[in-house]
Nanobody
């Protein structure tokens, strides 16, 4: 079992920055690909970005490219989502998810990653 805990959410003004953290415990973190998924009220969950086990390759949704950055520190069992130039449409609950297969995270609309955190609320005000 992998236990994931998100932190760092809160209220931020448009154009500002926020850094989310996903701390993992329970199993070897380096064995898993990790993604950030967000869900706003009344909307389907949306992949924000993902990184492979080593963190050397990343994927970003077009809506956040150039603004968000994913990084991971396997020694600290932590994956980060640096959010810059945030917009009101970024408002959502942000979850981290882990799975041994990257494509399972990328295809969150049809697949269900093995492990999920409880989420952290990000609210962007105008």
């Amino acid at each position: 079992q992998v236990h994931l805990v998100e932190s760092g959410g809160g209220l931020v003004q448009a154009g500002g920055s926020l850094r989310l953290s996903c701390l993992a415990s329970g199993r070897t973190f380096g064995s898993y690909a990790v993604g950030w998924i967000r869900q706003a009220p009344g909307k389907e969950r949306e992949l924000v970005g993902a990184t492979i086990k080593s963190g050397s390759s990343t994927y970003y949704a077009d809506s956040v490219k150039g603004r968000f950055t994913i990084s991971r520190d396997n020694d600290k069992n932590t994956v980060y989502l640096q959010m810059n130039s945030v917009k009101p449409e970024d408002t959502a609950v942000y979850y981290c998810a882990a799975d041994q297969k990257l494509h399972t995270i990328v295809a969150v609309g049809e697949e269900n990653p093995e492990f999920w955190g409880q989420g952290t609320q990000v609210t962007v005000s105008s």
